[in-house]
C-alpha cells in the first residue's frame, strides 16, 4: 500500500526550528486537503494543521502563530515549519493526505516522523 512519506523529524532545543516534508507519488495523488497531526506517548492523536487546494490553511490552538503550513506549487509537498518549539511539542507527527486507491480517493496516513524537544 502507497503511503504519505514524512521527513524532516528530529531533535531540537526549546526555542529551536524543525521543518516536516510530507510528499506521495504523483501519480495517486488526490484529493484536496492534507492535514498533520501529532501523537504523544499515551495521548490521543491531535490536530496540528492543514491545508487545502486553494491554500486555505487552519491551525490547532496550540502551535497557531508558531507552525506553518505549506505546499509546493503542484501541490505534491507540503510542509510544516515549526518555530519557537517547546517540549510540549515533543510527539510524532503524522501526515494524511488523499492517495487513489481501486479507483477512489482514500485518506491515507504517513508512518509518521519523531520530533523531540528539550529544554
Known amino acids: 500500500q502507497v503511503q504519505p512519506v514524512e521527513s524532516g523529524g528530529g531533535s531540537a532545543l526549546a526555542g529551536g526550528s524543525l521543518s516536516l516534508s510530507c510528499a506521495v507519488p504523483?501519480?495517486?495523488?488526490?484529493?484536496?486537503?492534507v492535514a498533520w497531526y501529532r501523537q504523544a506517548p499515551g495521548k490521543e492523536r491531535d490536530f496540528v494543521a492543514a491545508?487545502?487546494?486553494?491554500?486555505?490553511?487552519a491551525y490547532g490552538r496550540d502551535v497557531k502563530g508558531r507552525f506553518t503550513i505549506s505546499q509546493d506549487n503542484a501541490k505534491i509537498t507540503v510542509y510544516l515549519q515549526m518555530n519557537n518549539l517547546q517540549p510540549e511539542d515533543t510527539a510524532q507527527y503524522y501526515c494524511?493526505?488523499?492517495?487513489?486507491?481501486?479507483?477512489?480517493?482514500?485518506?491515507?496516513w504517513g508512518q509518521g516522523t519523531q520530533v523531540t524537544v528539550s529544554s
Open positions: 494524511k493526505r488523499g492517495l487513489r486507491q481501486g479507483g477512489i480517493c482514500v485518506d491515507i
Open positions: 504523483a501519480s495517486v495523488m488526490c484529493g484536496t486537503t
Open positions: 491545508i487545502d487546494g486553494r491554500d486555505v490553511k
